[in-house]
């Protein structure tokens, strides 16, 4: 059997909370996307994110693992509020509920979730700010490959896919961010350029990215 190396997002920090929230979330394709986010939120804050910070940028996009929430490729563009606001109140009920279904979770927490979560597309105090933008480095960093996978599946041209890597470094917030960012978003273009030759399993990618074993490097 081959060794196993330990997951990127393997963490002593993650709560027996978040664990289980990312045991809820197994299979979603936006996993990783959701460890992710919540890595850069930690980084963005300086190591001083709080608890309710920390969770929300765990879960923020739970509601698109449920069906029969907005389309996530929608047609009127990555800006429009219809869909944003839609989104965001479907995952803030959607993870309200489950926190309110596990033991020993405070109410002032279950609501400063529901709060950053409902502002996690539109900012709005530093803490959103910091989960926006966490949002975007993540979306640039590991979404690449979704770009490519609109493309070839034809749900996006290639200028409406770089409108949506567009759309995540315009709206960020922080300086500090905006200046990860761009690195980001440059390699995430390049990609997207090379979307019709470049060698990617896209199913074996999107398959890892919601494997919680995979992430968490669990043998
Ligand atoms: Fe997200």
């Given at each position: 059997m081959t060794p196993c190396r330990e997951g990127r997002y393997a963490d002593p920090n993650l709560t027996e909370l978040e664990l289980a929230a990312t045991v809820w979330l197994d299979g979603f394709y936006q996993l990783e996307h959701l460890f992710n986010t919540r890595t850069w939120a930690v980084e963005l804050s300086m190591g001083q994110a709080s608890p309710e910070l920390r969770f929300a940028a765990l879960t923020h996009d739970a509601e698109r693992f449920f069906p029969g929430g907005p389309s996530d490729t929608p047609e009127n563009g990555f800006d429009n509020p219809d869909y944003l606001f839609a989104h965001s109140i479907r995952s803030a009920d959607?993870?309200?509920?489950w926190l309110r279904q596990q033991p020993r979770v405070e109410e002032a927490f279950v609501r400063r979730v529901r709060a950053l979560i409902l502002r996690h597309e539109v900012g709005g105090g530093w803490e959103a700010d910091v989960l926006q933008a966490?949002?975007?480095?993540?979306?640039?960093e590991i979404f690449d490959w979704l770009t490519v996978d609109w493309v070839r599946r034809g749900i996006y041209t290639h200028d409406q896919a770089r409108e949506k890597l567009r759309y995540s470094l315009e709206r960020i917030r922080p300086p500090l961010a905006v200046k990860l960012a761009l690195p980001l978003y440059e390699a995430a273009v390049n990609t997207l350029a090379s979307a019709d030759t470049l060698d990617v399993d896209l199913k074996w990618r999107r398959q890892v990215a919601g494997s919680r074993?995979?992430?968490?490097g669990l043998g």
């Open positions: 959607i993870v309200e509920q966490a949002d975007s480095l993540s979306f640039l074993r995979f992430q968490l």
